[in-house]
């Protein structure tokens, strides 16, 4: 594991296709990850295979507008399906939260999409806590969620 320089560009956005969850990647995306979401590259942490490969990552990022200066996020979580199973999306991501304590972040928050049970199952095991009440739709939404991750950790596909 090791924090990601300008020269991974490509392979960066070669792991952000393949994991097809986050939408299409391209260096023009990362380059706007970096100037407007204020994410540099060395915030990028990334988790490599004996030929250079990327094989997970996630990064530390600002907090959504509205939060305390002392909260930061953990962001664009995305592993290689190839490497599914193996446990480095919690790796990659106890290495962020770590760099965001070391700088004394009182708080950090995920920021994930309803569909992306693997992601939110493993949120929950890193002890994030669901958000019921920033928004109307939010109690229902984490009661279905719930529901599916459920089904999904009994072996039912989910809906």
């Not at 540099?40 to 942490?45: G, N, R, V």
């Not at 995305?78 to 446990?87: L, M, T």
């Not at 739709?137 to 809906?159: T, V």
Request: aromatic share 8%; hydrophobic share 40%; net charge neutral.
């Amino acid at each position: 594991m090791r924090q990601m320089t300008s020269e991974d560009m490509q392979k960066y956005v070669e792991l952000m296709q393949a994991n097809g969850e986050l939408g299409d990647w391209d260096a023009e995306r990362v380059g706007r990850m970096a100037t407007q979401e204020g994410i540099p590259f060395a915030e990028i942490s990334v988790i490599e295979d004996e030929a250079r490969r990327f094989l997970s990552t996630a990064c530390l990022a600002p907090a959504p507008t509205g939060n305390p200066p002392s909260t930061a996020q953990l962001g664009w979580v995305a592993s290689d399906p190839g490497a599914s199973g193996q446990g480095l999306g919690r790796i990659v991501c106890l290495a962020v939260m770590q760099r965001a304590r070391g700088r004394e972040f009182r708080e950090i928050v995920v920021i994930t999409d309803d569909w992306r049970l693997p992601a939110i199952a493993l949120y929950l095991k890193l002890g994030f806590a669901p958000d019921y009440d920033s928004h109307p739709s939010y109690r229902a939404r984490w009661k279905e969620i719930l529901q599916r991750l459920k089904d999904f950790g009994a072996g039912r596909r989910p809906a």
